[in-house]
């Protein structure tokens, strides 16, 4: 465990070095290159902007007027025949909409249930597997000035799912439902 | 489709709000959110210039056209569609490789760096390409090595063993790519032939 912390922490520098030492190797002028491309990167952030406000606002209307706990409220029958702890269908349906609040979301389940409870290890898997999906879609789309986004969000959609299903089966499986 | 998603999504949250009551924290939620997709944007300025800037370094000195040499057979899988030395694959490479280190701050401006690249290969501008699912699904499904910010959370709360998880997590992880690569390599397939329902 230790060993992978520690590789975590210095990929960071090590791909920076590499780059510079390369370029530096090839030749390359490596500041004036580097001031002309970051350049890019302000059209980019400009671009996602108008879709990032839209998409923040209808989940931020979503949430805050209840709809989402309506909507956990109404899938109940369907949870709970695939056998997802009543707990943890909060966080699966948030996950995809909001990192932030899915976070909130898992320390407060886990500071009621414990952080070693079946539950505790189920959100903590849920977590740590899947993204915000939503929020991914509207800046890569949003960064391309992608409209029609046909099959993608489907996909995403059985992706998180799976990751779901497998969350709930890998935890059963490695702890025990204790 | 975005469009029927957006729409349902505020129109259904105005009604339940008002029948719950609670329009005003609705209202609340409106303006908050749009400013935080400003700030959320603005803080993105600082790494996406890092990351644009860095990338542009290494396309010049070749160690893309390296790297995409490297990830080849992979890649010729997942994204067929894409020419063989294109500087979408070194975008795409550096951002699965960033996101498996967990450097959010790095992966966010090469994924978006990526599909600036994959739209430039779009003849459609308008419509998603299937290489552009395939890269968001792989994305979404956040393949990582280490999920600090979870370990960190449990760490905190007082957890015996915090990063127990990290196999479990790693079979989900894996469960749901592959079950995503299936699905838009389906969907792509299905689409191909025509158009099932309208998006």
């Not at chain 2, 959110?33 to 300025?45: P, Y």
Request: proline share 4%; net charge positive.
């Amino acid at each position: 465990m230790e060993t992978i912390k520690i590789v975590s922490s210095y990929a960071l520098p090590a791909i920076i070095l590499v780059i510079l030492c390369i370029g530096l190797y090839k030749e390359v002028k490596v500041y004036d290159i580097f001031v002309e491309s970051a350049k890019e990167g302000i059209t980019t952030v400009i671009k996602i902007m108008p879709s990032l406000v839209g998409l923040l606002v209808a989940i931020g209307v979503f949430r805050a007027s209840g709809a989402l706990d309506l909507l956990i409220f109404a899938l109940r029958p369907v949870t709970d025949f695939i056998g997802i702890p009543n707990e943890a269908v909060p966080l699966a349906m948030m996950r995809p909409i909001s990192g932030s609040a899915s976070l909130a979301l898992i320390s407060d389940i886990m500071k009621v249930h414990g952080p070693d409870s079946f539950i505790g290890r189920v959100v903590s898997t849920m977590m740590g597997s899947t993204e915000t999906t939503f929020y991914t879609l509207a800046l890569y789309f949003g960064a391309a000035g992608i409209k029609k986004i046909r099959y993608t969000l489907v996909a995403a959609m059985i992706a998180d799912f799976s990751s779901i299903l497998a969350s709930v089966w890998i935890c059963t499986l490695v702890f025990g439902r204790s | 489709m975005l469009n029927y998603i957006w729409f349902g999504m505020i129109v259904v949250g105005f009604v339940v709000g008002i029948m719950n009551g609670r329009i005003d924290e609705v209202t609340k939620a409106v303006i908050e959110s749009s400013g935080k997709a400003i700030e959320i944007s603005i803080g993105l300025l600082g790494v996406m210039c890092l990351w644009t800037g860095l990338m542009g370094i290494a396309e010049k000195s070749g160690l893309v056209e390296l790297i995409t040499k490297l990830a080849r057979p992979i890649l010729r899988f997942l994204f067929p569609q894409i020419p063989a030395k294109h500087p979408a694959i070194g975008a795409i490479v550096m951002n699965l490789v960033a996101n498996f280190f967990g450097l959010g701050n790095a992966a966010t401006p090469l994924g978006l760096k990526a599909m600036n690249e994959l739209q430039k290969l779009n003849p459609r501008k308008d419509t998603a390409t299937d290489a552009m699912s395939t890269f968001l699904v792989m994305n979404t499904s956040a393949i990582q090595l280490i999920p600090a910010t979870v370990i960190s959370i449990r760490a905190a709360l007082g957890s015996a063993n915090p990063t127990e998880i990290v196999g479990t997590v790693w079979v989900a992880t894996v469960c749901s790519a592959v079950v995503g690569i299936i699905a838009v390599k389906l969907l792509g397939a299905i689409f191909k032939r025509g158009k099932p329902w309208k998006l």
